[in-house]
Structure formats: structure tokens, C-alpha cells
């Protein structure tokens, strides 16, 4: 029979090691590199690494890039970068652990596109931007996107992967149906006698996009509701391209990421403009961010034996998440050619985008505006399922709920009502 004091204890450099292991493994090593060449002077990155976010139990950390490439001036594509994460983060309910924090992203995503549009547009200023918007935590990577930049992922082991949607109305046949059916019209520009010329458009004010964060000369159904992706890479890493349609015009996935294999993210994005410019010349604003995540150094302590190798079909695939939380495979060892999908939504409805079915709904404040998260007194809410089927089964307390600018703002985007801020004819 052993005695209390027979007990080992673990000394505390032992301690120490396995969780600096730990750490390694748990957080990558990001480096990143951007390159550039302007012919609007149109084009704008955010780049930030180590931003940090306080939990109830310490400090954490995560990393921020934007590629915002603006058109009929830069004063949407300069606001979106100046104050699009704050509204992002804004969203987010407080006291979340890092697992809820993650799972809170694509919806506070959503909640900021919008809440950055509407506020912009409050400035009466006509012009637009795309976004495509990155939060790296982790292994986790979260993206959102509006518009036509485009952001790829290849993985260590060689699998490539779409984190953005295109929402150019020429390859997008279901955004050219919702525009219709919001009552704007999509055509190609008609120079007389019936011949029309170039990629199909929306009019009135002639985008060739269907979403977008400002553009309020063109009417409410070009929508700031961005899709959103969220994957969790393996331990092994990958490499992340977000690039402007300057860069997409000119190169498939496959040829940027195979020209820069190899180089440093900067020298890596320099040459992917390099390659564009060579293909087709300096027709647009053509920029491009390099984003390297990164295991790093191995730990001493030893590795737990990592998993059978997937081969066949489901190299190079999405595995889906699996029902459990995404903590019980936090410390697993996933083999480098799988990343898993976990989350993925591209409905330009508020109501499906900010639902309750949304997983952790129980968190968000029952009062308090959806978008612009400004307190709501009891029965001045606007349900997010107003004027939906679901609105005869409503009852008082069933939320999300909306102010009522930000309903007005819902209202018009799904085509049921004009706005008062944007313009109908001015752009035509």
C-alpha cells in the first residue's frame, strides 16, 4: 500500500516543456508579404498579426488581412479597411472561450459587412469596394468575401482550396436570379441597334457585381452579405494567396501558386503580379497577399503517433466536421492533406444568415440589434424573420431582432421596399 507520500510529482520543468510543446503545436507560425502595382490607385490591404483578444483565462492571439479593391473611387475601399474589423469584433458577444469565439466568427462577420455598409452609405458617398476579409486563429482560418478578389488556400501536402466566392453576375447564375427577382435588372451594356457589348451588368448604374460594400448608385439588391468559409488546416500548414481580379483575370490558381513555389511570401507575391502583368499588362489595380501559416519548430517532447494516411479520394477533399466540438480534436495530428470544413454559407438573406438556429444564438443578447448592436428596449425589436414565411409563428421573445434602420436596411436589400439613401437613376 502505497502512502501520500510515496506520490511523484511531475517537476515543473517537465511542465514547462509540455506546454511550450503544446504551444507550438497548437499555434503556427504566420508570415505574410504583400506586392502591388496601382493603375487607379484603387487597391487597399489591412495586415495584422498578434491581435489580441482577452479570454477568462489569459491572453490569446490572432492575425487580420484584407484586400479591399475599390472602384468609381477609393472612399468605400479606404472606410471598409478603416473600420470593418472593429465591427466584426463589435458582433461578437464578450467572455467567450476560444472555441465559442471561433464558432461566433462567420456570424459577426455577416453582422459587420453590413453594419459597414449601412454606416458608409450614411456619408452619401457613390463609390464601392470588394472585400475579402481573413481572421487566422490558430490553425482556423475564416473567410468572408464580397465581390471578385478571390483568396486560395493550398495545403502542405499540395491540395488546393477556394476559401471566396465570385460574385461576377457574368459566372454567377443564381445572384443573377435574386437580383431580378429584387426588381433590378441584368444585361449587357447596349451600344444601339440591338448589339450588346461586355460582361453582363446591373442596372441601373452598370456593376458587374452583385455584392459589394457600398455602390449606393446602384441600387440596395447589390448586398454587403458576404459568404463566408471557415476551415481548420492540419498541423502541417499551407500556403494562402488573396489576390484582386487584377491577379484572377490573368492566372488560374494552379499558375499563381506554381510560380512562387518555393520563395518567401514576399518575393512569392511580387512574382504572382509579376506573372499577371507579363499575361495581360497593368489593365487594373493588380495586388496580391502571400500569407504562409506555418508549423513551427518541432517540440522536443514526443509526438503521439499520427494517423493512418488517407489516400484515394479523399486526398486533396474537404473532410466535414465531425458532431463534436472542434476542442476534442484540438490536439490530434491530422495528415497534412486533409482540411476540414467548418462552416460554409453563401445566402444573401439576413434571415437565414443571422437565424437562431445559429449554434451558439444563446449567447447573443436577446435586445440588442443584430447589425449595428445597438440596445433595443423590450418590444421595440424587429424580429430578423419579419415579413418572412416564418413571421405568423413568431413570438415576442423569438430574436434575432433589428432596429429599425437596420430593418429598413433588410427590407431593401431583399427588393421589398426602395431606399431612401441610394439613388435609382444617378448612375445610369
Given at each position: 500500500m502505497s502512502s501520500r507520500g510515496d506520490h511523484q510529482t511531475v517537476p515543473l520543468s517537465v511542465l514547462l516543456k509540455r506546454e511550450l510543446a503544446n504551444e507550438k503545436i497548437e499555434k503556427p507560425e504566420i508570415v505574410h508579404g504583400q506586392a502591388s502595382q496601382s493603375k487607379k490607385g484603387e487597391d487597399f490591404t489591412f495586415l495584422k498579426t498578434e491581435c489580441e483578444r482577452a479570454m477568462g483565462d489569459g491572453v490569446t492571439t490572432f492575425s487580420v488581412f484584407g484586400l479591399f479593391d475599390g472602384h468609381n473611387g477609393s472612399a468605400a475601399a479606404i472606410y471598409t479597411k478603416e473600420n470593418l474589423l472593429n465591427n466584426v469584433l463589435t458582433a461578437i458577444p464578450?467572455?467567450?472561450?476560444?472555441?465559442?469565439?471561433?464558432?461566433?466568427?462567420?456570424?459577426?462577420?455577416?453582422?459587420?459587412?453590413?453594419?459597414?455598409?449601412?454606416?458608409?452609405?450614411?456619408?452619401?458617398?457613390?463609390s464601392g469596394t470588394t472585400v475579402t476579409f481573413v481572421i487566422i486563429d490558430r490553425w482556423v482560418i475564416t473567410v468572408a468575401s464580397v465581390g471578385d478578389s478571390r483568396c486560395i488556400l493550398e495545403s502542405a501536402e499540395g491540395g488546393i482550396y477556394y476559401l471566396s466566392a465570385d460574385h461576377r453576375l457574368e459566372c454567377n447564375e443564381e445572384e443573377r436570379e435574386r437580383i431580378t427577382a429584387s426588381g433590378g435588372e441584368v444585361g449587357r451594356l447596349n451600344t444601339g441597334g440591338g448589339n450588346e457589348i461586355?460582361?453582363?451588368?446591373?442596372?441601373?448604374?452598370?456593376?458587374?457585381?452583385?455584392?459589394?460594400?457600398?455602390?449606393?448608385?446602384?441600387?440596395?439588391?447589390i448586398v454587403p452579405v458576404p459568404y463566408v468559409k471557415q476551415v481548420k488546416l492540419s498541423t502541417a500548414g499551407g500556403r494562402m494567396i488573396i489576390s484582386s481580379d487584377g491577379v484572377w483575370d490573368a492566372l488560374s490558381a494552379e499558375a499563381a501558386i506554381d510560380c512562387c513555389r518555393g520563395m518567401p511570401p514576399d518575393a512569392a507575391a511580387a512574382q504572382i503580379v509579376k506573372e499577371a502583368l507579363q499575361a495581360k499588362g497593368l489593365r487594373d489595380d493588380t495586388t496580391c497577399i502571400v500569407v504562409d501559416i506555418l508549423p513551427q519548430e518541432k517540440p522536443a517532447a514526443p509526438l503521439p503517433p499520427p494517423k493512418k494516411p488517407v489516400k484515394g479520394m479523399l486526398k486533396a477533399m474537404f473532410r466535414k466536421k465531425p458532431s463534436e466540438s472542434s476542442s476534442n480534436v484540438d490536439h490530434e495530428y491530422m495528415e497534412p492533406d486533409i482540411v476540414e470544413e467548418l462552416f460554409e454559407e453563401g445566402s444573401a438573406m439576413l434571415s437565414e444568415r443571422l437565424d437562431t438556429k445559429y449554434p451558439l444564438c444563446n449567447m447573443f443578447k436577446l435586445f440588442m440589434c443584430a447589425v449595428c448592436q445597438l440596445e433595443i428596449k423590450p418590444g421595440e425589436g424587429i424580429s430578423i424573420h419579419a415579413g418572412t414565411s416564418r413571421s405568423v409563428k413568431l413570438r415576442p421573445w423569438d430574436g434575432p431582432?433589428?432596429?429599425s434602420s437596420c430593418q429598413e436596411k433588410k427590407e431593401a436589400m431583399e427588393g421589398r421596399r426602395l431606399s431612401g439613401n441610394r439613388h435609382s437613376s444617378d448612375s445610369d
Amino acid at each position: 500500500m502505497s502512502s501520500r507520500g510515496d506520490h511523484q510529482t511531475v517537476p515543473l520543468s517537465v511542465l514547462l516543456k509540455r506546454e511550450l510543446a503544446n504551444e507550438k503545436i497548437e499555434k503556427p507560425e504566420i508570415v505574410h508579404g504583400q506586392a502591388s502595382q496601382s493603375k487607379k490607385g484603387e487597391d487597399f490591404t489591412f495586415l495584422k498579426t498578434e491581435c489580441e483578444r482577452a479570454m477568462g483565462d489569459g491572453v490569446t492571439t490572432f492575425s487580420v488581412f484584407g484586400l479591399f479593391d475599390g472602384h468609381n473611387g477609393s472612399a468605400a475601399a479606404i472606410y471598409t479597411k478603416e473600420n470593418l474589423l472593429n465591427n466584426v469584433l463589435t458582433a461578437i458577444p464578450a467572455d467567450l472561450n476560444r472555441d465559442e469565439w471561433v464558432a461566433a466568427l462567420p456570424r459577426a462577420l455577416v453582422a459587420g459587412f453590413v453594419k459597414t455598409d449601412k454606416d458608409f452609405q450614411e456619408k452619401a458617398k457613390t463609390s464601392g469596394t470588394t472585400v475579402t476579409f481573413v481572421i487566422i486563429d490558430r490553425w482556423v482560418i475564416t473567410v468572408a468575401s464580397v465581390g471578385d478578389s478571390r483568396c486560395i488556400l493550398e495545403s502542405a501536402e499540395g491540395g488546393i482550396y477556394y476559401l471566396s466566392a465570385d460574385h461576377r453576375l457574368e459566372c454567377n447564375e443564381e445572384e443573377r436570379e435574386r437580383i431580378t427577382a429584387s426588381g433590378g435588372e441584368v444585361g449587357r451594356l447596349n451600344t444601339g441597334g440591338g448589339n450588346e457589348i461586355g460582361p453582363l451588368r446591373c442596372w441601373p448604374g452598370g456593376l458587374c457585381l452583385s455584392r459589394s460594400i457600398g455602390d449606393m448608385d446602384v441600387g440596395e439588391y447589390i448586398v454587403p452579405v458576404p459568404y463566408v468559409k471557415q476551415v481548420k488546416l492540419s498541423t502541417a500548414g499551407g500556403r494562402m494567396i488573396i489576390s484582386s481580379d487584377g491577379v484572377w483575370d490573368a492566372l488560374s490558381a494552379e499558375a499563381a501558386i506554381d510560380c512562387c513555389r518555393g520563395m518567401p511570401p514576399d518575393a512569392a507575391a511580387a512574382q504572382i503580379v509579376k506573372e499577371a502583368l507579363q499575361a495581360k499588362g497593368l489593365r487594373d489595380d493588380t495586388t496580391c497577399i502571400v500569407v504562409d501559416i506555418l508549423p513551427q519548430e518541432k517540440p522536443a517532447a514526443p509526438l503521439p503517433p499520427p494517423k493512418k494516411p488517407v489516400k484515394g479520394m479523399l486526398k486533396a477533399m474537404f473532410r466535414k466536421k465531425p458532431s463534436e466540438s472542434s476542442s476534442n480534436v484540438d490536439h490530434e495530428y491530422m495528415e497534412p492533406d486533409i482540411v476540414e470544413e467548418l462552416f460554409e454559407e453563401g445566402s444573401a438573406m439576413l434571415s437565414e444568415r443571422l437565424d437562431t438556429k445559429y449554434p451558439l444564438c444563446n449567447m447573443f443578447k436577446l435586445f440588442m440589434c443584430a447589425v449595428c448592436q445597438l440596445e433595443i428596449k423590450p418590444g421595440e425589436g424587429i424580429s430578423i424573420h419579419a415579413g418572412t414565411s416564418r413571421s405568423v409563428k413568431l413570438r415576442p421573445w423569438d430574436g434575432p431582432f433589428l432596429c429599425s434602420s437596420c430593418q429598413e436596411k433588410k427590407e431593401a436589400m431583399e427588393g421589398r421596399r426602395l431606399s431612401g439613401n441610394r439613388h435609382s437613376s444617378d448612375s445610369d
